[in-house]
């Protein structure tokens, strides 16, 4: 897999793992599956393949298909709600090297936190065929591979995808200024500061795992997320707050001791704050580790 070519069609299947698994951990997983099974094709077999990247795109979507349908039961009994996994962007950090899969993945709108929740509404039908359709363009031709459906029945699967795309508000751009208004009053601890950026209707959403101390069930409301936030400042004395992108758009970092432990991505409307996430879950900081130079 040394190829140009071959670095090339792993990292357009990492792209699609992705953004079909929300974690890049599974995504590696599952691109590395499809090659382990292509390279234990028979000789002969592997000659009659007239497209080897069609192949691990159906053999991909295959294995993400059944690893969907599978994390419904896990995130049944998930501690806390679950979130994607979130991105960062390696050129912001130093000391890092362009080994980690992170690296790989395409920042766009695709990738940005509001639309993989979305995502997550999806039945596992519905969520690969409006991928592989309305983000990657794929003909549902080749759909109907993956999913074992015709190809009409894949057009109303994406159909039915892009309809709840459709309610779901259309994000407005990320702006860094309101972001760095956030990180200012927190680390001030300024309540009535982090009121006036937060939406009356704000909802913050966090993802421990079980693993740290977090809130189990979203906060609603701006005065409510607020003082939240301000307990969480007095209660984490030397914890340093970064302005990094997350997932492509403005976001911060909390690192303590040279350690990521917390990373919040954000949907703003006009000058106020609608969306916080926030991923603590050790297991879905990695990507954020620090990585050989």
């Given at each position: ?5 071959d ?17 890049v ?6 691109v ?43 995130r ?48 596992p039908?519905?969520r ?10 794929y ?12 190809p009409?029945?894949c057009?109303q699967?994406?159909a ?8 779901a ?15 200012e ?7 009535a500061?982090?009121?006036?950026l ?19 069930r979203p ?6 997320i ?15 707050l970064?302005e ?9 970092v909390?690192?303590r ?26 297991e ?10």
């Amino acid at each position: 897999m040394g190829t140009v070519e071959d670095r090339a069609e792993r990292r357009r299947l990492l792209n699609v793992a992705y953004r079909l698994l929300g974690s890049v951990t599974e995504a590696e997983d599952a691109v590395q599956d499809a090659y382990t099974r292509w390279y234990g094709l028979p000789d002969g077999r592997r000659a009659e393949i007239v497209s080897s990247g069609a192949w691990l795109t159906t053999v991909t979507g295959r294995i993400c298909l059944d690893l969907l349908g599978s994390a419904r039961a896990r995130r049944e009994r998930y501690v806390g709600a679950w979130l994607p996994e979130p991105l960062p962007d390696r050129a912001e950090w130093d000391g890092t090297g362009d080994a980690d899969p992170a690296d790989l993945i395409v920042r766009d709108e695709s990738v940005a936190m509001a639309f993989l929740v979305v995502l997550e509404s999806m039945t596992p039908a519905e969520r690969v065929a409006f991928v592989l359709h309305d983000v990657f363009r794929y003909p549902f031709a080749e759909i109907a591979e993956v999913l074992g459906r015709t190809p009409t029945a894949c057009k109303q699967l994406a159909a039915s995808a892009r309809r709840r795309v459709s309610a779901a508000r259309a994000p407005a751009p990320v702006r860094a200024d309101v972001v760095r208004r956030v990180k200012e009053a927190w680390e001030s601890k300024d309540i009535a500061a982090l009121v006036g950026l937060l939406d009356p209707a704000a909802v913050m959403t966090a993802d421990g795992g079980g693993m740290v101390g977090t809130v189990l069930r979203p906060v609603e409301g701006g005065p409510r997320i607020a003082q939240y936030m301000a307990a969480i400042a007095d209660r984490a004395p030397g914890l340093e707050l970064l302005e990094r992108s997350v997932n492509g758009l403005p976001g911060l970092v909390a690192r303590r001791d040279g350690a990521v432990v917390t990373v919040a991505a954000f949907e703003i409307d006009g000058d106020r704050v609608t969306r916080i996430w926030v991923v603590r879950n050790p297991e879905k900081l990695r990507p954020w580790a620090p990585q050989p130079s």
